[in-house]
Every structure is written in structure tokens, then in C-alpha cells.
Nanobody, 125 residues
Framework: QVQLVESGGGLVQAGGSLRLSCAASGGTDAMGWFRQALGKEREFVAAITWSGGSTFYADSVKGRFTISRDNTKNTVYLQMNSLKPEDTAVYYC?????????????????????WGQGTQVTVSS
């Protein structure tokens, strides 16, 4: 029912910045970002509530990444600063259209219903 399309990925040098965007075809509840590096499991990066009043970040990106959303555009953003080679991964946008209760509503991929196809972020040293 909801399509998510990521954009903004690319190649950047260490210390640089990128801004990822994820446009949804309709309204969503929480939205989040996950990433998967080669040889690694998919991991949580950041999430935001419907209102934008609360945000959540993986420890590895705290202080460097900022998630935000614009509900008038059904779009979520991930501003990535001070990028490191370790940030190299395919970044996936995730969302859900219904409320979530209980454990891991924001940090578990299984709690999201819709996923984008991913956008590659490569950070060179």
C-alpha cells in the first residue's frame, strides 16, 4: 500500500556529509533508517515518531546523524555528518502505517511494514 523511495546516497570522503531522503506514497506512523554493510547484518540507524517529537539513534551514529520528517511531504530525512568509512552500507528506509505497541517498536526491523529498495552510501578514507 505504501511505497518508499530513498535518494541522496553516493560517494563521499571521510568527514563529509550526506543527506538521505525517503519519500512515502502515503502517510505513515513511525519511520526509520536501517543499513546493511557487506558481510554484516542489517542494523538499526535511526527512527522518528509520527509527530517527530521523539527520535532514536544507534550508539554508533549518535551526535553525527539527525533524523527528521516533513509530514506534509510524507518524507523522512537522515542528515549524516562526520561520516566514517564504517558508515559505508546500503541504507534502507522503513515505515509503518499503523501504531505499534510493546518492545522494539522503533529499533526492530520486524516492527516496520514497508521498505525502500535502498541507497548506497560509500565513505572513502
Amino acid at each position: 500500500q505504501v511505497q518508499l523511495v530513498e535518494s541522496g546516497g553516493g560517494l563521499v570522503q571521510a568527514g563529509g556529509s550526506l543527506r538521505l531522503s525517503c519519500a512515502a506514497s502515503g502517510g505513515t506512523d513511525a519511520m526509520g533508517w536501517f543499513r546493511q554493510a557487506l558481510g554484516k547484518e542489517r542494523e538499526f540507524v535511526a527512527a522518528i515518531t509520527w509527530s517527530g517529537g521523539s527520535t532514536f539513534y544507534a550508539d554508533s551514529v549518535k551526535g553525527r546523524f539527525t533524523i527528521s520528517r516533513d509530514n506534509t511531504k510524507n518524507t523522512v530525512y537522515l542528515q549524516m555528518n562526520s561520516l566514517k568509512p564504517e558508515d559505508t552500507a546500503v541504507y534502507y528506509c522503513a515505515g509503518r502505517t499503523r501504531n505499534c505497541y510493546g518492545f522494539g517498536c522503533y529499533t526492530l526491523g520486524s516492527r516496520y511494514d514497508y521498505w525502500g529498495q535502498g541507497t548506497q552510501v560509500t565513505v572513502s578514507s
